[in-house]
């Protein structure tokens, strides 16, 4: 973004005449935090329970911000520094943000689902890359705050836009799509994270739904065709235009056959794209990831073997199905996050793999599961066969439940530990052979890959 400050003053409906002589003043970005502010951004202070942000706009300034927003009943403001004084700041931002997003040219992709945001933002911006300029959503920035920064960090001569969105509750993707107005939108999966505040996957695919909200009128939906609610919202919705992905037949594309390797995984495909595939990822809900990212990719109108040369440069952000080799132990590490579709997919490609035979386990909890918390963290041992999987690692107080239930499978085979890495990682330099392959997978907030670091 490259503004003056008294175009930003328009935005947000501030008399120029209150900027005192700074109207001309070129603003380069948005800042929300000191500590990454860059020379010539746009200060906004929060004020919270915890923190005021406003005693941080001066050292803002110090560090080079050209302009700060400044709440109208907040005191002592300072003096001789460009201020824009306003009623709210979140409010503020947000309406920023919709006044540039009317000024961009580029093409807006936004995407949303239970499982696989972020690994389908990255396989879509990776695959549109060599043939655009491509900006995405940096890191979880896919709130009502997160959507507004991304959207004021892309470049004017941006040309595609991969904005995730994520939620907890009804109306949130609305609004957020409602904000970044998308060409075209994804709805990677229905699962069961967030269930405590939904109630139902019902309610789950209701809420994700909402990002038809703000799809352009002449936009495509694309979906997860798998997943029979989806497929009900979308036969209600006659005047939506829309393509489906996934294993079924019926699918607008198709996944007929997956092999994986060490290197990725070669998959054939059949439907609006035909003929074989290679991503750089494992895993089987990846490649379905990928499948809806090929789906955007043929509508925006690249050819099948621009897809697939895009395909074979693609990269995830760490700790999704991230191959780790350390000493003679290979790991996958997907510990960013967890749900019970998304555990129930890690394992299942373990046990399908043939990369290795001495095949681990290492779970932690699953967490915002609601009042099912048990029955889910029980379920998964029901997929995990003993005649596959040689060792299972349990961590945190939910997996107790999943240990009570492997215990009479995996006699001698198998750990729990409520909040101790240490015994876990004591286990794995014990058992563990150049012949095994181990899986780190919870929810981020049992953050595993601290027994990686412990074992480096």
């Known amino acids: 973004m490259r503004k003056k400050i008294k175009d930003i003053a328009q935005w947000l409906n501030i008399d120029i005449e209150?900027?005192?002589?700074?109207?001309?003043?070129?603003?380069?970005?948005?800042?929300?935090?000191?500590?990454?502010?860059?020379?010539?951004?746009?200060?906004?202070?929060?004020?919270?329970?915890?923190t005021n942000g406003h005693k941080f706009v001066q050292q803002a300034f110090e560090k080079g911000a050209s302009c700060s927003l400044w709440l109208k009943d907040e005191p002592n403001p300072p003096k001789n520094v460009p201020l824009?004084?306003?009623?709210?700041?979140?409010?503020?931002?947000?309406?920023?943000?919709?006044?540039?997003?009317?000024?961009l040219k580029a093409t807006f992709i936004g995407i949303t689902g239970s499982n696989g945001k972020t690994s389908s933002k990255d396989i879509l911006a990776s695959l549109l890359s060599p043939y655009y300029k491509v900006q995405k959503t940096i890191g979880n920035f896919n709130n009502e705050l997160g959507l507004p920064l991304t959207i004021l960090s892309l470049d004017e001569d941006t040309e595609m836009a991969v904005l995730e969105m994520g939620m907890s509750?009804?109306?949130?993707?609305?609004?957020?799509?409602?904000?970044?107005?998308?060409?075209y939108?994804?709805?990677?999966?229905?699962?069961?994270?967030?269930?405590?505040?939904?109630?139902?996957?019902?309610?789950?695919?209701?809420?994700?739904?909402?990002?038809?909200?703000?799809l352009d009128p002449e936009g495509v939906l694309f979906y997860d065709g798998d997943e029979p609610l989806l497929r009900e919202l979308v036969e209600k919705t006659p005047k939506l235009k829309s393509k489906a992905f996934g294993f079924q037949s019926g699918n607008d594309l198709r996944i007929c056959e997956i092999e994986t390797t060490e290197k990725g995984s070669r998959f054939m495909v059949e439907g609006d794209l035909n003929g074989e595939f290679f991503i750089p990822i494992l895993g089987k809900h990846q490649v379905k990831n990928a499948s809806g990212a090929m789906l955007v990719a043929k509508s925006i109108g690249l050819s099948d073997e621009q897809i697939r040369k895009g395909l074979e440069q693609v990269s995830l952000t760490n700790m999704r199905m991230q191959l780790?080799?350390?000493?003679?132990?290979?790991?996958?590490?997907?510990?960013?996050?967890?749900?019970?579709t998304s555990m129930k997919a890690a394992i299942e490609?373990?046990?399908?793999?043939?990369?290795?035979?001495?095949?681990?386990?290492?779970?932690?909890?699953?967490?915002?599961?609601?009042?099912?918390?048990?029955?889910?963290?029980?379920?998964?041992?029901?997929?995990?066969?003993?005649?596959?999987?040689s060792r299972v690692c349990l961590f945190g107080p939910r997996m107790e439940w999943l240990y009570h239930r492997l215990s009479p499978r995996f006699s001698g085979r198998l750990l729990y530990t409520k909040d101790d890495y240490g015994k876990i990682v004591d286990y794995i330099k014990q058992y563990a052979t150049k012949d095994t392959l181990i899986l780190l997978k919870g929810s981020r907030g049992m953050k595993?890959?601290?027994?990686?670091?412990?074992?480096?």
């Not at 509750?169 to 799509?177: N, P, R, T, V």
């Open 448 to 456: 595993l890959e601290t027994i990686i670091n412990d074992l480096q």
């Open 324 to 340: 780790v080799p350390l000493g003679d132990i290979l790991f996958i590490n997907d510990a960013y996050n967890a749900a019970p």
């Open 84 to 103: 824009l004084f306003v009623e709210d700041s979140e409010t503020a931002l947000q309406q920023m943000a919709r006044m540039y997003r009317e000024e």
């Open 169 to 183: 509750g009804f109306g949130e993707i609305e609004f957020l799509s409602t904000l970044a107005k998308p060409h």
């Open 185 to 214: 939108a994804i709805i990677t999966n229905i699962g069961e994270a967030h269930m405590q505040e939904l109630g139902s996957r019902e309610g789950i695919a209701k809420a994700k739904f909402e990002i038809i909200k703000g």
């Open 18 to 50: 209150e900027l005192e002589g700074y109207g001309e003043n070129l603003v380069t970005g948005v800042s929300i935090d000191t500590r990454t502010l860059k020379e010539g951004d746009l200060f906004i202070p929060f004020r919270g329970e915890k």
């Open 349 to 389: 490609f373990l046990q399908s793999t043939s990369m290795r035979n001495d095949k681990w386990l290492v779970l932690g909890d699953m967490l915002e599961l609601g009042e099912k918390e048990r029955q889910f963290h029980e379920e998964l041992a029901d997929y995990i066969d003993g005649e596959k999987i």
